[in-house]
Nanobody, 115 residues
Framework: QVQLVESGVGSVQPGGSLRLSCAAF????????MYWYRQAPGNEREFVAI???????DYAGSVKGRFTISRDNAKNTATLQMNSLKSEDTAVYYC?????????WGQGTQVTVSS
């Protein structure tokens, strides 16, 4: 069964850090492009970060320099390290895997940044 399982639900104060993980099950992970998206209440889902099968990365302007995406093909996981968090980073974060016609989504994990 194909699954993407996110972990790392957290609440943190502004300026803090959180690490989200996305574990892939049921498909061959290495060729997939991995994304992180987020959706805040009342907003559309937005792109956060991407990492290709060869490790090339890119980020939304709002998180560049603060967030780092990585992957471990041996462990079938993708990770989003989030530093210097701001209140506007509060959202449900989703991982997404794409390859050819396949497009898989995780269930989402809540990140809350609040003092």
């Amino acid at each position: 069964q194909v699954q993407l399982v996110e972990s790392g639900v957290g609440s943190v104060q502004p300026g803090g850090s959180l690490r989200l993980s996305c574990a892939a099950f049921g498909f061959v992970f290495s060729p997939y492009i991995m994304y992180w998206y987020r959706q805040a209440p009342g907003n559309e889902r937005e792109f956060v970060a991407i990492i290709t099968s060869t490790g090339v990365t890119d980020y939304a302007g709002s998180v560049k320099g603060r967030f780092t995406i990585s992957r471990d093909n041996a462990k079938n996981t993708a990770t989003l390290q989030m530093n210097s968090l701001k209140s506007e980073d509060t959202a449900v974060y989703y991982c997404n895997a794409r390859y050819d016609k396949n497009n898989y989504w995780g269930q989402g994990t809540q990140v809350t940044v609040s003092s």
